[in-house]
């Protein structure tokens, strides 16, 4: 139904502001044929797993933290806060001259844009903790770890997903305006250069491959969680 409601549009205005499916598919396999595509693929999706990867050991790791130590959450917690309303593309000039414009630089970039939404979801979750589970535990002579195992992880597992979701999304926005902007290469390039030059029919290649990648990853992820969640059932049997 897309598809002929695109080809319908697209013949009748210019192909330069609505090129036709056909055409972009066979733009779509000329970049994939040359390499130009697959390459950018590369170049993005590494800083991006680093900088995600990163992000979630210490978002979660962080939101466990201050989770289970209120008094250390109410000093932080504003602090949290303000870092996740400011835009991260005002840090960018920081993270230019702190880490050049290189792949250090677009990873730290994806780290910022997704650490936030997982320390706020994952201590929210460590909140949300019954403390009946957590007595009933102790009371079964259990100690801190064996509670945090038992108890805690598992309730935690709803929540963490949820934040990685959130930073999953955060985050491939932050790799293609880290490559818009820091530096001249991947994805986010390629979408800068057949956008400026209005080739739409190259343009639209790296921007359905950024679609399916993000689809592809969310699958991943909610296989993953499932697969977590019958875990977090197994652990309360």
């Known amino acids: ?11 009748s205005v210019s192909q330069v502001i609505l090129p036709a499916p056909a055409r972009v598919a066979t ?8 390499g130009e595509l697959p390459l950018a693929v590369l170049v993005t999706i590494w800083p991006f797993l680093e900088g995600l990867a990163l992000a979630f050991v210490v978002g979660v790791s962080a939101g466990l933290l201050l989770g289970l130590c209120p008094t250390l959450a109410r000093l932080v917690d504003p602090y949290i806060f303000i870092f996740w309303s400011t835009p ?16 250090v630089a677009q990873v730290v970039f994806v780290f ?3 650490l936030f939404p997982l320390i706020i979801n994952t201590e929210a979750g460590v909140r949300q ?9 102790r009371s079964l002579g259990g100690n801190k770890r064996e509670t945090l195992r038992i108890v805690v992880i598992p309730s935690t597992v709803p929540f963490i997903f ?18 818009l902007l820091i530096v001249a290469t991947g994805i986010g390039y390629m979408l800068q250069f057949y956008g400026e030059t209005l080739q739409l029919h190259k343009y639209f ?31 309360f049997v």
């Open 1 to 11: 139904m897309l598809l002929m409601a695109w080809q319908l549009v697209s013949m």
């Open 162 to 179: 949820s934040g990685l979701r959130i930073a999953i999304g955060r985050s491939i926005v932050g790799i293609i305006i880290a490559q």
């Open 27 to 34: 733009s779509f396999m000329a970049l994939t044929r040359s």
């Open 129 to 137: 903790v019954e403390s009946s589970l957590v007595e009933v535990v």
């Open 88 to 103: 991260n593309v005002a840090l960018l000039p920081l993270i230019i001259v702190w880490f050049g414009i290189g792949h």
């Open 112 to 114: 910022l844009s997704a």
């Open 205 to 235: 290649a790296p921007l359905i491959v950024t679609a399916l990648l993000a689809v592809a990853i969310n699958q991943v992820v909610g296989f993953v969680e499932r697969k977590l969640v019958r875990w977090k059932q197994q652990a």
